[in-house]
């Protein structure tokens, strides 16, 4: 008979995670949960300590497997300069002794006694910095050059975001690329449209409507899709566009967009939405619109084959990667092929069912659970260096 599995004692950095997470934040809150369904690894939480009560009901759930550690500051200054220079020696006097430390937002701190799995979400620090604010350029920068020097393994979350990687920071330790997943309990096609309706109503949404969901930053290309939508609109009067994330920095061209476009009345802005409601959303859209410049995973769009929602995306991002032939994909930069894509979904017809189905089966290949256990492959690895 073989050995049982040795159970890991992990540490894992919570303390980035917004109140209203997108993105990487989604990302951790899912490998967080999906970590504490294991029977082999512990996971201490390393939250804010003003965040703690957020994360207790899942250590209460999973008593055996999760435990807390509420030690960062609250104030964002404190926070970095923690999560850089006073986690690592926190970390080392939490008992039981954390023995491998992954940190799910580009960092790592100094001073780590243990080995650490960094995950790298994208690029756009290094190759399009006109995209962010400078502190957050000059931020992460800094934590990508040290964590491609010292971690034993770098998760990436697409091929597309590993190759640029290793080209940009030559790591010492390996690289390895684990997708993110999909929660199918939520993201699903509609077995109960009146439900949907009723929480499509409570947004204020009117149907027929194509939906964005999102950070609105400027690699999303927002004011391409308002120019898009102003060419639908033109032909179907009753069609609205929905903007559901967000503001974030970098807001004048959209702002700029929307005031000029020839139907900003039938232009929604929902800001950010709760998790409930997201799936409906997607559900009832005649098409979901996922133009991004540029990507690290682009979670939404999985989200959207998923639910069986007509996906328009960009040729050559890691969107077209996963989708493959389930989404219309097509230059970001060309106005007008984004408009004839909108129009050809909204037309319908046997292709785009054809790609719904498509969809629909290809987003089953991304689970959290599958996630979750490339993710302690990746920890195993960098503790066996």
Same mark, same amino acid.
Request: proline fraction near 5%; include cysteine; aromatic fraction near 6%.
């Given at each position: ?38 029977? #082999? ?9 003003? #965040? ?61 006694? +243990? $080995? ?36 034993? +393994? ?53 149907? $027929? ?49 929307? %005031? ?24 009832? %859209? ?23 929602? $007509? ?18 994909? +097509?230059? $970001? ?18 292709? +785009? ?33």
């Amino acid at each position: 008979m073989s050995d049982p599995v040795r159970r890991l004692e992990l540490g894992l950095d919570l303390t980035a995670v917004p109140s209203d997470p997108v993105g990487a934040g989604r990302y951790s809150i899912e490998i967080a949960r999906a970590l504490a369904q294991r029977a #082999d690894i512990t996971t201490t939480l390393i939250v804010r300590r003003a #965040d703690q009560q957020r994360w207790e009901q899942l250590r209460l759930e999973h008593e055996q497997s999760v435990r807390l550690m509420a030690d960062a500051p609250r104030s964002r200054p404190l926070r970095l300069l923690y999560a850089e220079f006073g986690l690592g020696r926190a970390a080392s006097r939490f008992e039981p002794q954390i023995e491998i430390f992954h940190g799910p937002h580009y960092q790592m701190p100094r001073a780590l006694k +243990v $080995p650490a799995v960094v995950t790298v979400h994208d690029l756009t620090f290094v190759e399009h910095p006109e995209w962010h604010e400078r502190s957050k350029v000059v931020l992460f920068r800094r934590a990508m050059r040290y964590s491609a020097a010292h971690a034993g +393994v770098i998760v990436c979350v697409s091929q597309h975001t590993a190759t640029r990687f290793s080209e940009h920071f030559h790591p010492a330790g390996e690289v390895r690329v684990i997708t993110h997943g999909v929660d199918h309990a939520r993201f699903h096609p509609s077995v109960d449209l009146a439900a949907d309706d009723a929480v499509i109503s409570g947004l204020g949404i009117h149907v $027929p409507y194509v939906v964005h969901v999102g950070t609105l930053e400027p690699r999303k290309n927002i004011p391409n899709l308002i120019r898009a939508f102003d060419v639908v609109a033109d032909r179907h009067r009753d069609l609205f566009l929905v903007l559901a994330g967000q503001l974030a920095w970098g807001r004048d061209e959209l702002m700029r967009a929307i %005031a000029e476009s020839r139907h900003s009345r039938r232009i929604i802005q929902l800001g950010y939405i709760r998790d409930d409601c997201v799936a409906p959303l997607l559900r009832r %859209a005649v098409a979901v619109a996922y133009p991004s410049i540029e990507e690290g995973f682009g979670l939404p769009a999985l989200e959207a084959l998923a639910c069986g929602s $007509p996906l328009v995306t960009t040729v050559g991002s890691v969107m077209a990667e996963f989708a493959g032939d389930a989404a219309l994909c +097509v230059d $970001p930069n060309s106005v007008d092929a984004l408009a004839l894509a909108l129009l050809e979904i909204i037309a319908g017809g046997e292709a +785009v069912n054809a790609r719904r189905e498509q969809g629909i089966v290809r987003a089953r290949e991304f689970t959290w659970a599958r996630s979750a256990q490339l993710h302690v492959e990746a920890y195993r690895a960098a503790l066996d260096r």
